[in-house]
Every structure is written in structure tokens, then in C-alpha cells.
């Protein structure tokens, strides 16, 4: 017999960490973010009283939350090789586990621009005006912060990514070979340009809606994965079932909103 598989839902790239602070911290680490703002400077006569200054500070700390799968199989199946093994829906279920990162990242920065949000942007066509427009807002919105520098990237699908080689007028020579050859632009106007593969989950709809585009700063938000993934097995003792259960902590939060544009093209099928 010559059989293939094709697993949908399971395949994905963690490309979140390219346009969201992400670090892997420990399991019981509590990350927290603090701005500090204020030290004023007074012009003063020589030898003349200097006010007091004070510096104004604000804190964060990320959420925890937990996501886990829990998979069972009737143990006399898996011994006859006739249901789906264990190994095989644990590794699939840890799949799913890290491909679920990705639509927890986007959902908390869709809940931080709803549409009702000024960093929302309607458009029917998106115009080559109204992308310029969102990316001078979001990189002036970028306050120096001593980590160095801070990058703005624009991500969404191929429908709306390819939107931007399409823009009129035409680009230089290079940048119109870079688009034949690869498909669409790596960077427009200093930002990274990234498109999103179609991923789907168990039910089949996107992770990432067609008609999206975003612009975001790189300190808009921060995201943390809390330790490794915690599993447990078992075999129930008055039936003949074997269980495996998996979980992960994950947390985020958006900060500043206003590092952030949410392009919605109506003209695009979601």
C-alpha cells in the first residue's frame, strides 16, 4: 500500500515574534513591563534654587492564561493499530497548541482596535495614500525608549500584501524585479512587509481574516509562553480508555494601541 497523509490545521509558522515583543520565560516567572517618564530641567540663574523634579512611572504586569488539549482512545484500537496512536494525536495536539499561539496574538490586538477604535481603518480599494498615512502614524507614535531601535511591520495575507506592489506610481527598477521574482516587496517605506500563510483551524476558517492588513510598532505589545508544555497519561481503571492531557500558560497584552492600524478592505472577501 502507498498511502499520504495530509494534516490541516496542524502546520504553521511562528513568525509572531517578528512583529511582537515574545520572550520564553519560566513557569512560575511573573513578567511585568514599567515606563518611566518625567525628570524635568529648569533654566536657573547661577547659584539660584533648582525646583524638584519627579519622575512618573507606570507598570504592567501580563496575564496568565492556560490553553491544553485532553485526547482518549480505546486501549484494545491502539493495540490492533486500527485507531489513530497516541504518539500521533499528542503530536498533533502540541501542533495545534503552538498554532493556537497565533490566533491568541492576533484576537488581543483585534480586541485592542475594534472598529470603533481611531487606529481603525475602513477603506473600500486600499490606496496607496491611505497606507502612507498609517505607517507616518504608527512610526511617529514610536517614542525613543533606550532599547534601540523600534521596528514597524506590516503583516496580513496575500490579498492585501500584494495590494502594495500594485500601488501607482510605479517603483524603481529593483523593487519591480523584486516583486517578479518573489512575488511582493520585502520592505515599503522602511517597514518589513510579511505575508501570512492561509492557516486554518479544526473547523477549517483562518486564523487571520483575507481582508486585514496591519501596521505595527514594535513596542505595541509584549507576549510571554510560560515554561514547556505540562503533560499527564493515565489508563482508566474501570474501562479500558488511555487518556493524555497537555497544557501550556501563555499571556499578553497590548500597551499601546496607538503603535497599531488595523486596515479593513471591504473590497476583499474576508
Do not use: C
Amino acid at each position: 500500500d502507498v498511502a499520504s497523509t495530509l494534516d490541516y490545521g496542524f502546520t504553521f509558522d511562528n513568525l509572531f515574534s517578528s512583529y511582537i515583543d515574545t520572550e520564553t520565560v519560566g513557569e512560575f516567572d511573573k513578567v511585568t513591563l514599567r515606563e518611566r517618564r518625567g525628570m524635568k530641567v529648569f533654566y536657573t540663574s547661577r547659584g539660584g534654587y533648582i525646583d524638584e523634579s519627579q519622575i512618573r512611572t507606570e507598570n504592567w504586569e501580563l496575564p496568565r492564561d492556560t490553553m491544553g488539549f485532553h485526547v482518549s482512545e480505546h486501549i484494545d484500537k491502539l493495540r490492533a493499530d486500527f485507531a489513530t496512536n497516541i504518539s500521533d494525536m499528542t503530536s498533533l495536539g502540541q501542533a495545534r497548541m503552538e498554532a493556537e499561539v497565533n490566533r491568541r496574538i492576533l484576537t488581543l490586538a483585534q480586541t485592542a482596535v475594534p472598529s470603533t477604535s481611531p487606529n481603525y481603518v475602513a477603506t473600500t480599494g486600499l490606496t496607496k495614500a491611505e497606507l502612507d498615512a498609517a505607517i507616518t502614524a504608527v512610526r511617529d507614535s514610536i517614542q525613543p525608549n533606550g532599547m534601540g531601535m523600534v521596528p514597524v511591520t506590516i503583516i496580513g495575507r496575500a490579498a492585501m500584501i500584494d495590494k502594495v506592489a500594485n500601488f501607482e506610481p510605479a517603483f524603481s527598477p529593483i523593487a519591480v524585479e523584486e516583486v517578479r521574482q518573489r512575488g511582493f516587496l520585502g520592505h515599503y517605506k522602511g517597514a518589513q512587509l510579511i505575508v501570512l500563510n492561509h492557516y486554518t483551524d479544526e473547523d477549517g476558517l483562518s486564523y487571520t481574516p483575507a481582508n486585514e492588513m496591519w501596521v505595527l510598532g514594535g513596542n505595541a505589545g509584549k507576549f510571554a509562553l510560560y515554561g514547556g508544555v505540562q503533560v499527564k497519561s493515565w489508563d482508566e481503571n474501570t474501562v479500558d480508555y488511555r487518556h493524555y492531557r497537555a497544557r501550556k500558560d501563555i499571556g499578553g497584552l497590548i500597551h499601546h494601541p496607538e503603535q497599531i492600524r488595523r486596515i479593513v478592505d471591504s473590497s476583499v472577501t474576508a
